[in-house]
C-alpha cells in the first residue's frame, strides 16, 4: 500500500524557520512535490524534486526562503521553510509523480496534510 506521510507542521512566527518532512512507503516516486491549500482556495503548488534530487521548482512565492531536498535512503522529502511570513499558512501536503510537474493534476498519490500556521 502506497502511503505519504507528512509531519512538522505546527505554530511558526513571522521570520522564524519550519521544517516539514514526508515518508513515503510502498513506492519510490520519481518527483515528489509539496503543495499548501488554505480554507476556499485551490491547492497551490509550493515546490517539487526529481528523483535524484538534482533537478527541483519552486513557486515564486517561496524562492529564496524555502528549499526542498530529498533522502532517498528514507524514501522522505523535507521543505525547509525560512524567513515565514503570515501567507504561508495553510495545510501543506505532499506529493508523488512520475515526473517532475507544478501542476497538481500531475501527482497520484497525496498525504492527508500538516497545519503550518504562521502567526505571532
Known amino acids: 500500500q502506497v502511503r505519504l506521510s507528512e509531519s512538522g507542521g505546527g505554530l511558526v512566527q513571522p521570520g522564524g524557520s519550519r521544517r516539514l518532512s514526508c515518508a513515503a512507503t510502498g513506492r519510490t516516486f520519481n518527483a515528489m512535490g509539496w503543495f499548501r491549500q488554505v480554507p476556499d482556495r485551490q491547492r497551490a503548488f509550493v515546490a517539487a524534486i526529481s528523483q535524484s534530487g538534482r533537478s527541483n521548482v519552486y513557486a515564486d512565492a517561496v524562492k529564496g526562503r524555502f528549499t526542498i531536498s530529498r533522502d532517498n535512503a528514507k524514501n522522505t522529502i523535507y521543505l525547509q521553510m525560512n524567513n515565514v511570513k503570515p501567507e504561508d499558512t495553510g495545510v501543506y501536503y505532499c506529493?508523488?509523480?512520475?515526473?517532475?510537474?507544478?501542476?497538481?493534476?500531475?501527482?497520484?498519490?497525496w498525504g492527508q496534510g500538516t497545519q503550518v500556521t504562521v502567526s505571532s
Open positions: 506529493a508523488g509523480a512520475r515526473s517532475l510537474d507544478a501542476r497538481a493534476q500531475a501527482y497520484d498519490h
